[in-house]
Structure formats: C-alpha cells, structure tokens
C-alpha cells in the first residue's frame, strides 16, 4: 500500500504564490500516476492536476498556465506550484496516487487565498 503525506497549505493574498509537496511512502515502486485535487465547501472534489511516472501532466482548465504540478519519482514526491492564486482556489487540496489496483488519498491541506 501507498500512504501520502501532504505540506505546504496557509492562507495567502489574491494574486500570491503557494508551493504544496505530498511525499509518499510504502510500495511506491506501484504508482503510475500522481496529482492533485481540491474540495471547496458545498462542492464535490474535482481535478486540479495529474502526473505520469513518465511526466506526462493533465491540468484542470480553471488552473491551466497558474499551476505546474512536478514529481520527483527519486524522492517519492510531487508537488503543485500555484501562481496568480484567486479566492475561487480556496479548498482542501488533496494528493492522490494511483496503482493498478488501488486508489490513495492524502489527508488534504487547506488553501485560503484572502485578502
């Protein structure tokens, strides 16, 4: 199994930057794709960026040319650089992994961009 670890959430300014890490752990060797999605309150999670261990990436329209999600298979890890944040990316942002046969979350990191 695969167990994530998410860092780097806080409250930032409209228009700041915001780095987020999630380090894995466990059979990491079994992950095919990593990446990223948010919660906002009232809403269902949805996709903000995936992954490829071969680096190939995905990227939600709403945070296309705003965010690069990159990985570090060496350190288990991936990460989402967040530019021009806007209020509407406040959310739970969750890292997820996925394997051929399992499917793992993060236990999320909040974002509040707020003036």
């Known amino acids: 199994q695969v167990q994530l670890v998410e860092s780097g959430g806080g409250l930032v300014q409209p228009g700041g930057s915001l780095r987020l890490s999630c380090a894995a752990s466990?059979?990491?060797?079994?992950?095919?794709?990593m990446g990223w999605y948010r919660q906002a309150p009232g809403k269902q999670r949805e996709l903000v960026a995936t992954?490829?261990?071969?680096?190939?990436?995905n990227y939600a329209n709403s945070v296309q040319g705003r965010f690069t999600v990159s990985r570090d298979n060496a350190k288990n890890a991936v990460y989402l650089q967040m530019y021009s944040l806007k209020p509407e990316d406040t959310a739970v942002y969750y890292c997820?992994?996925?394997?051929?046969?399992?499917?793992?979350w993060g236990q999320g990191t909040q974002v509040t961009v707020s003036s």
């Open positions: 997820n992994a996925r394997g051929w046969t399992y499917n793992t």
């Open positions: 466990g059979t990491t060797s079994t992950i095919r794709v």
């Open positions: 992954i490829t261990s071969g680096g190939s990436t």
